[in-house]
């Protein structure tokens, strides 16, 4: 990879040991992926946040860091261990706590904007055309790239934090060029969300760094996430392109067979002792529509609901909160389903979710079982 | 040879055939494999020129080589067949030098041998 003479003076430790560090990561992470240079970035979303996932090392390492760095570009974050508002009621240890809320003060020491959500595309403003970002969520990756016209590859926790120190990535593979050579041809019929879930999955599992897909309809914003949920979690892909690809291109169907062994894999409860929604969280158009879904209606068993905080704010102010607690759903911000110490095996055997992110790692993870099915058959099932 | 964190390293040779999950099978205090299933089962990497194909599983796994390195633990430079991003930015963080090399040269190195490589000079000597 070439480097400026000032990025050449930033690696050998001239403009201090943070951006060397950062300089060092940004070069192993170009040179891995036969970068040839550094570009620009207007926007980094950071992982790496939840205790949970980071353990010891990372709270220390961000503690040491956040005394001398600080971010140069907009720079949002993923979810952590819990809700402030609420963490109480949880029964988390003090350890636990005091660990994640010193990695929270680190990162706003560093000037990251505190957002703990995995939705970024949906409540900050979208940059324009093709402006190249630095998405480590997964999902916030896949979906700047398929759905909001813009350019990130799947980064690591690690090189978009050093591109939110240094304001630039690695010019590589999905930030220059997308050739899938594969289409996926989506053979099945009425899909809903969690299908769009599976599909993602699957597309995870088969795609190298891009796939096409061919054969969708209009979808709406829950099927959307609902994809790019399912691909984030079982592969490196980061982008769908709509479309049947070139005349090479490998074809392949997702059908209801496909569909099955998907279900089969992530599917291992029959009940669940709880209920959880969003994961990725939910925005407020799905707020809007489950509390329709609710009117006159209560859960029978604990249903927890994860939503950003900015989300909450606005659903507090329309009316959807007090619609969805009157529901009997427990409302949480700032955390999420997944690798959430908030759900975990010694209360909950398993979970009946919608989600294909958070029945992976829920299973995987918290080592619960879990219990799938799109959110209409959940609300037939579980209220009344 | 590839760098992907620039160094200079002289040690033994601890190889691996199967590829490395520094989350969940590296023990971050003591350096040590904890994998049964792995042919470097119960084996320190500490202080080794740790030579293995590739990382697997998550990228979280280069906290695990940051813990390492800072609980004095870890190897003196890493040499695999593929880049994956969890070891390059964990060794990146973690000031590790770390190269790729070829499948010829990588099935030359054998376990115990002594290595010394210079990335400024971009010369290995096996001995």
Not at chain 1, 30 to 53: C, F, M, Q, R
Not at chain 1, 99 to 123: A, D, W
Request: glycine share 8%.
């Amino acid at each position: 990879m070439e480097l400026t003479k000032d990025e050449e003076s930033a690696l050998k430790g001239e403009q201090g040991e943070i951006m060397q560090m950062a300089y060092r990561i940004l070069v192993a992470t170009g040179e891995a992926t036969d970068a040839d240079k550094l570009v620009p970035i207007e926007w980094a979303h950071l992982s790496g946040v939840n205790y949970n996932t980071i353990g010891d090392a990372g709270e220390e390492f961000l503690s040491s860091i956040s005394k001398e760095a600080r971010v140069k570009v907009k720079t949002t974050l993923n979810p952590m261990g819990f809700d402030i508002d609420n963490v109480s009621n949880y029964g988390l240890d003090e350890n636990f706590i005091s660990k994640q809320l010193s990695i929270r003060n680190s990162y706003e020491t560093m000037g990251v904007i505190p957002s703990f959500s995995c939705i970024p595309y949906e409540i900050f403003d979208i940059p324009k055309v093709g402006t190249q970002v630095a998405f480590a969520e997964s999902n916030a990756a896949i979906h700047a790239n398929s759905f909001d016209n813009l350019k990130t590859n799947k980064e690591s926790a690690f090189s978009a934090l050093a591109s939110a120190l240094i304001g630039k990535s690695p010019y590589s593979s999905l930030r220059k060029d997308d050739n899938p050579n594969i289409t996926i041809q989506m053979k099945v019929k009425n899909p809903n969300e969690l299908t769009y879930g599976m599909l993602g999955f699957f597309a995870g599992k088969v795609g190298d760094t891009s796939v096409n897909i061919s054969g969708l309809g209009d979808m709406d914003k829950r099927q959307t996430k609902a994809m790019c949920g399912g691909m984030g979690t079982s592969g490196t892909c980061a982008k769908f392109i709509f479309g049947e690809g070139n005349s090479n291109c490998e074809k392949i169907d997702f059908d209801e067979k496909e569909m099955q062994n998907v279900h089969d894999e992530l599917n291992t409860a029959e009940k669940g002792d709880i209920i959880t929604l969003g994961s990725p969280q939910l925005g407020l158009d799905e707020i809007s529509e489950l509390a329709g879904k609710l009117k006159g209606r209560s859960f029978q068993k604990r249903c927890m609901v994860f939503l950003p905080r900015t989300v909450k704010e606005q659903s507090t102010k329309i009316g959807y909160t007090t619609e969805l607690e009157r529901a009997g759903c427990e409302i949480l911000s700032d955390c999420c389903t997944c690798l959430s110490p908030l759900i975990n095996k010694d209360s909950v055997d398993a979970v009946t979710t919608n989600s294909i992110k958070g029945a992976f790692y829920l299973k995987n993870s918290n080592g619960v079982g879990v219990n799938l099915k799109p959110l209409s058959q959940i609300i037939e099932d579980e209220t009344r | 040879m590839k760098v992907l964190v620039s160094g200079k390293v002289e040690g033994i040779v601890l190889k691996s055939k199967n590829p490395i999950n520094f989350l969940g099978t590296v023990d971050k205090k003591m350096g040590i494999i904890s994998d049964k299933n792995h042919d470097l089962y119960q084996k320190s990497i500490k202080d080794t020129v740790l030579v293995f194909p590739y990382g697997v599983g998550s990228s979280v796994g280069a906290y695990t080589i940051y813990s390492i390195k800072s609980n004095k633990t870890s190897p003196l430079a890493m040499i695999c067949k593929k880049a994956d991003l969890t070891v390059a930015t964990g060794c990146a963080l973690a000031n590790i030098p770390m190269i790729t090399i070829s499948d010829e040269e990588f099935s030359s190195i054998k376990n115990g041998m002594k290595i010394s490589f210079d990335t400024d000079s971009n010369q290995i000597h096996y001995q």
